[in-house]
């Protein structure tokens, strides 16, 4: 019996499993190095993706300012572009902005010189709002394929940011659901949540308030410090450039 017709198409399952899994899996860093925890059990990274979204993110901010917790905001281009006074107040109020790409697209799917296009537009959105130069990207959806991390090193980002829990809010519900989700945060998760909606501004994320309403106070009570992705422990830098001008190179 011949071997190799069931061999090679079993090996090609397999290594299409593998690459799944490296676009995918939060933890995997076959496609390059990501931020995913903050290496110190005592702090908690609390990260928002999707927004601006002038319906929550102004409630979100007095929220946090409340607790005394700092943040991070992925925000996607054309929101920004939308709201730029509104991303002026997250960095007013001693937030960090990161670039979720300008229109929350799978970067799998994309060549090189398109993720090269959604940075630029995004990075240059937030550097002309705010003054300042994101130096951080989350891909959206945490896809992110061999093309991500060479673009991400030549725009002179310091990383890419992933999560060690995921609170799955982008679809409205009971911010109770959501308050029994969060349970399984620890000191040093990074935590993904939602203050927009990538398909339209004004997302309903009542809920996500709601559960952080909840359990903010209880994890300031525990000890947690509340730091940005700039805050952490073991960031990753790789080789970029230490500092860059506006979205490009």
Known sequence: MNPWPIAVPAVAAAAAGVAAWGAMAPGAQLFGPTVRRTGRGNTLALTFDDGPNPAITPRLLDLLEQHHARATFFLIGRFVRACPELVREITARSHL????????????????????EELERCGESIAEATGRVAQWMRPPYGFRGPHLQPVVRGQGYRGVVMWSVIAYDWKPQPSARLIAR????????????????????????????????????????????????????????????????????
């Open 182 to 249: 969060l349970r399984r945060v620890r000191g040093g998760d990074i935590v993904v949540l939602h203050d927009g909606d990538h398909r339209a501004l004004g997302g309903a994320r009542q809920h996500t308030v709601g559960a952080l309403e909840f359990w903010l106070p209880r994890w300031r009570d525990a000890g947690l410090e509340f730091v940005t992705i700039d805050g952490v422990a073991g960031e990753v830098s790789a080789s970029a450039p230490a500092t860059r001008q506006g979205g490009k190179n």
């Open 97 to 116: 902005v990161g670039n979720h790409t300008d229109t929350h697209p799978n970067l799998i799917w994309l060549s090189s010189a398109r993720i090269a």
